[in-house]
């Protein structure tokens, strides 16, 4: 084999040594600037989308942030209308309750004075009736005719002693 004989050493290591430097030049000036412009321009894209995904993120945020306030506005706007609601009610329900309490107190005043007179009225008539009692009691069991007069005065000077 020609490859293994010592007397063709040099040759082969000359031409080793110029296919190994064309080789080298070759890979420096052709291959290796490809693939360092493709890495990088790989490394560019990378950068570029963590930089939209950041922009993204913070664009997200804001508006996260932008609802949440909303929200927050949205329930303390809620609230304030129930209890704005609440306190109308309230202030409805006390207008009537003052309403009716007048009503029925001047109901409950009408009542008192209808039953006063109905009092006043029934004494007078039981008065009255005792008296006609009286007037027919004296002619039917003793025969002696009573004015109405002095009826009236018996029965009244009755009643002043039983109460």
């Known amino acids: ?25 070759v890979l420096v000036r052709l291959a290796l600037p490809r693939v360092a412009d493709v890495l990088e321009a790989r490394q560019r894209k990378i950068d570029d989308d963590l930089d939209r995904a950041a922009a993204a993120k913070q664009e997200a945020e804001k508006v996260l942030a932008a609802y949440d306030k909303r929200m927050a506005e949205g329930r303390d706007e809620a609230q304030g209308l129930l209890r704005q609601a609440s306190d109308e009610m309230a202030a409805e329900a006390a207008k ?21 007179e109905a009092k006043t009225a029934a004494v007078r008539n039981i008065g009255e009736v005792a008296a006609e009692v009286a007037q027919s009691a004296a002619r039917r069991l003793i025969g002696v005719e009573v004015d109405a007069e002095a009826a009236g005065a018996a029965v009244k000077a009755a009643m002043r002693g039983s109460d």
């Open 1 to 25: 084999m020609p490859q293994l004989d010592p007397s063709t050493y040099a040759g082969q290591i000359f031409w080793l040594v110029i296919s190994f430097v064309a080789l080298y030049w």
């Open 96 to 116: 009537q309750h003052e309403t009716l309490a007048a009503k029925l107190a001047g109901d409950v005043k009408a009542a008192e004075a209808g039953i006063l």
